[in-house]
T-cell receptor, first 112, second 112 residues
């Protein structure tokens, strides 16, 4: 069974640019969550999608957005990048959260 | 602000000993509790989940939950050097908000 696939693995962007990250969940998983991980803040919840609907959103500015497609694949977008957006972005898929999540390998975003 | 608190460690135990990791949470409505392990440079991996008060055992791992005290713990018996990692406690949002909140993690070192 294939795991959670995130692309790209690494990304370097300039301040002010925008970026789109992609996540393909485990087949059959309809819940996809996104997290930002930094050494100082740990894992911070960004948003959760289930069957194309955003069910919850974390305390991030509106520059952070996401969506989920009918095949459960998800994307997150960050516009007007700031230096502080440099982080590891993790996608996790599950069956609605009751049994926990399986994480992808993450996308390491560096903003310069 | 709902919180999940963990001792950041590091916790150092000799090989073969029992490692005890603790976590407290603020949301009394939370019903689902998880322990993830994260090796350096890797993404988190689910190792245990627990819903009911008491103990749940899986191999060398035992999760303990006390909802009255809002306390979750993880015991690792016969600790091995390969158990050296950061252990993340996670709690599902009690309002049914489809959001998992993570603690900052406890670093565990198992000395051979």
């Amino acid at each position: 069974k294939a795991g959670v696939t995130q692309t790209p693995r690494y990304l370097i962007k300039t301040r002010g640019q925008q970026v789109t990250l992609s996540c393909s969940p485990i087949s059959g998983h309809r819940s996809v969550s996104w997290y930002q991980q930094t050494p100082g803040q740990g894992l911070q919840f960004l948003f959760e999608y289930f069957s194309e609907t955003q069910r919850n959103k974390g305390n991030f500015p509106g520059r952070f957005s996401g969506r989920q497609f009918s095949n459960s694949r998800s994307e997150m977008n960050v516009s007007t990048l700031e230096l502080g957006d440099s982080a590891l972005y993790l996608c996790a898929s599950g069956e609605g959260g009751l049994y926990g999540y399986t994480f992808g390998s993450g996308t390491r975003l560096t903003v310069v | 602000q709902k919180e999940v608190e963990q001792n950041s460690g590091p916790l150092s135990v000799p090989e073969g000993a029992i490692a005890s990791l603790n976590c407290t949470y603020s949301d009394r409505g939370s019903q689902s509790f998880f322990w993830y392990r994260q090796y350096s440079g890797k993404s988190p991996e689910l190792i245990m989940f627990i819903y009911s008060n008491g103990d749940k055992e899986d191999g060398r791992f035992t999760a303990q939950l006390n909802k009255a005290s809002q306390y979750v713990s993880l015991l690792i018996r016969d600790s091995q050097p390969s158990d050296s990692a950061t252990y993340l406690c996670a709690v599902e949002d009690g309002t049914g908000g489809f959001k998992t909140i993570f603690g900052a993690g406890t670093r565990l070192f198992v000395k051979a």
